[in-house]
């Protein structure tokens, strides 16, 4: 069972405007959610991170949001630019779980100039 | 850049035969996991480990085994190799996965033939 998803596989934004990513959850005891940027043959690098006593965490042009009662956060990147195009992964953690950190199965992001 | 290397890099390996695949930590963190990542299906998690000696089983545990009998060093070890186990196998660190960001090595591309 996939405790984290995220369901688009791919999206195409133009340079400039407004690219959202959406990550899904069922594990409620999830605390600990993060953002993962990926360009190929390389490792996923960290993007931005949010606790669950928050809603809302912003860096630069990333910003990340957590709606708990819907189990769902997303990454909000304004604005876009081609250097953002890669692969982005969602991941959750439970302090309850000895610490096990789930990733999403990602979604390739494609920024247009 | 994190001090983690995963060796080897690349390997091709005959159907049947066991595999070891390392990685070796300079950061003195607690956690690190062993993920494969294959397309439409993210990072899985195949195991991780919360201290010396110290592992369970991820989502994708069936034909692998671990070790840490260092801090620093994971092994991932696929007993019998099976053309399933294709893929890019990425190690990630941690010092605590409930607060803060993981890091990941570069990768390893397995190809079993």
């Known amino acids: 069972d996939q405790q984290v998803k995220q369901n688009s596989p791919s999206l195409s934004v133009q340079e400039g405007r407004i690219s959202i990513l959406n990550c899904d959850y069922t594990?409620?005891?999830?605390?600990?959610f993060l953002w993962y940027k990926k360009y190929p043959a390389e490792g996923p690098t960290f993007l931005i991170s949010i606790s669950s006593i928050k809603d809302k965490n912003e860096d630069g042009r990333f910003t990340v949001f957590l709606n708990k009662s819907a189990k769902h956060l997303s990454l909000h990147i304004v604005p876009s630019q081609p250097g953002d195009s890669a692969v982005y992964f969602c991941?959750?953690?439970?302090?309850?779980?000895?610490?096990?950190?789930?990733f999403g199965q990602g979604t390739e992001l494609s920024v247009k100039p | 850049d994190a001090g983690i290397t995963q060796s080897p890099r690349h390997k091709v390996t005959e159907t049947g035969t066991p595999v070891t695949l390392r990685c070796h930590q300079t950061?003195?963190?607690?956690?690190m996991y062993w993920y494969r990542q294959d397309p439409g299906h993210g990072l899985r998690l195949i195991h991780y480990?919360?201290?010396?000696?110290?592992?369970d089983k991820g989502e994708v545990s069936d034909g692998y085994s671990v070790s840490r009998s260092k801090t620093e060093d994971f092994l991932l070890t696929l007993e019998s190799a099976t053309s399933s186990q294709t893929s890019v196998y990425f190690c990630?660190?941690?010092?605590?996965?409930?607060?803060?960001?993981?890091?990941f090595g570069q990768g390893t591309r397995l190809t079993v033939v």
């Open positions: 480990s919360y201290g010396v000696k110290d592992t």
């Open positions: 990630a660190i941690s010092e605590n996965p409930v607060n803060t960001e993981a890091f």
């Open positions: 594990n409620s005891m999830f605390d600990y």
């Open positions: 991941a959750a953690s439970d302090r309850n779980q000895g610490g096990k950190l789930i």
């Open positions: 950061e003195n963190h607690r956690y």
